[in-house]
């Protein structure tokens, strides 16, 4: 089943004197983060007053966060969305989503085993896949990951010499 509240970002700091976070957004970067009204601290609800891209960071305003020593209780925090508030583009997933799943050889339908870590360098992700003692490296490309069905649990793909070790 899936969650319906997904980690985000974690606030990593302070910024300025009026009591502004930075985060640092887990995932497709900081634009996403600020396309959102409210996010979660600790299960409750809270508002964005604001919130912008700095580099690779987002530089937020929460509400009933109004000064410097209110922003520093809350670093170290994670922060969560609401996933019934995103439209995803098509053949886009969340992360959480994917964690778990089988992932089964396209050409022979064998099992290689099930994803347990998503590395996300700035190119394109990468599934890290464990199972019957090897690991697989698989870049989250359309040339070796052929079909993801979630609600089915599974992913297919197409493997290249040197994706296991």
Known sequence: MKQRFLEAGEIVNTHGVRGEVKILPW?????????????????????????????????AALEGVDSV???M????????????GVKLPEGRHF??????????DAATGAELGMIQDILTPPSHEVYVVRGGGKEYMIPAVDAFVKEIDVDA???RVTLIEGMDS
Do not use: N, Q, W
């Not at 925090?77 to 019934?84: A, E, F, N, P």
């Open 95 to 104: 992360l959480a989503d994917l964690m778990g799943l089988t992932v089964l």
């Open 27 to 59: 995932g497709d970067g900081p634009e996403f983060l600020c396309g959102f009204d409210t996010v979660y601290l600790d299960g409750k609800p809270v508002r964005l007053l604001g919130a912008r891209p700095h580099k690779t960071m987002v530089l």
């Open 153 to 155: 649990g599974c992913v």
């Open 73 to 84: 209780r809350l670093k170290g925090k994670v922060l969560s969305i609401d996933r019934t």
């Open 69 to 71: 020593e209110a922003a």
